[in-house]
């Protein structure tokens, strides 16, 4: 039996555009109402894709191990997770540790909706007691068990050369790569906010921008002079992207 990921365009609002189906169409129930859910908290699409990628490795996983794809309480044990953590570190090429987290972190909160009798997911070589305040912050301390997940290494930051930066630099040759840097730089987008601008997104008379962030949220960002120039020479020589497209 497979499994894949397709995405809908005939559903309502309530209703993620993300679907886990089988190979005959059928949908896989417990997956889809967890992204439902997610749905009906204004996650954004992007976020929804990934959920539903996620989940589908956790499924083929389940699949495997339980020769079905219901998710009962009776098949929940309290190491299911740490045998899914375990099949994910025996994969090649293994996956990044950040990878394993996320994926991990999905079906756990899967499970805490579909199985809410189960026992807890325990791993003492992953997890530690910890103490920490209640939720209103006031009262004792209380002890509490950290997340089953796997370490994670370090970032070491290494900053760039002169020579790096100069070659990076030297790479832009028109106004509109000089004007995406600029928007990422100085202005702080992301690289898909950067790539769904228009031009009427432009308030180049009031120095400002109309961005499209996550959950397609809008905020209105201030230009600085030199991105502001940039991006109105782009308007006066470049003719061909009218009103309503992509800069």
Not at 127 to 154: D, E, M, N
Request: contains cysteine; glycine residues 4%.
């Amino acid at each position: 039996m497979t499994f894949h990921v397709i995405q809908s365009s005939n559903l309502n609002n309530a209703q993620s555009p993300f679907r886990v189906v089988d190979e005959a169409g059928r949908e896989v129930t417990w997956i889809n109402r967890f992204l439902d859910q997610q749905r009906v908290r204004c996650v954004a699409d992007a976020t929804l894709r990934s959920y539903a990628h996620d989940l589908l490795h956790f499924l083929r996983w389940w699949v495997c191990a339980q020769r079905t794809d219901t998710l009962r309480e009776d098949l929940v044990t309290e190491s299911t997770l740490l045998d899914y953590i375990q099949f994910q570190a025996s994969q090649q090429p293994r996956p990044a540790a950040a990878s394993i987290n996320r994926r991990v972190s999905i079906a756990q909160r899967v499970l805490r909706l579909e199985a809410p009798g189960t026992v807890t997911q325990s791993a003492p070589a992953f997890q530690h007691w910890y103490w920490r305040h209640s939720p209103l912050r006031f009262g004792r301390w209380r002890p509490a068990l950290s997340q089953l997940r796997v370490r994670t290494p370090k970032r070491v930051t290494s900053p760039l050369s002169v020579d790096q930066v100069a070659r990076f630099w030297s790479s832009f040759h028109t106004s509109r790569d000089l004007a995406i840097v600029g928007l990422m730089v100085l202005h702080g987008l992301r690289s898909c906010e950067v790539l769904s601008l228009k031009t009427d997104d432009l308030l180049l008379a009031d120095s400002q921008i109309r961005v499209s962030g996550k959950g397609n949220k809008q905020r209105m960002l201030p230009l600085v002079p030199e991105t502001a120039q940039l991006l109105q020479r782009i308007r006066q020589t470049n003719y061909i992207f009218p009103v309503g497209t992509s800069i």
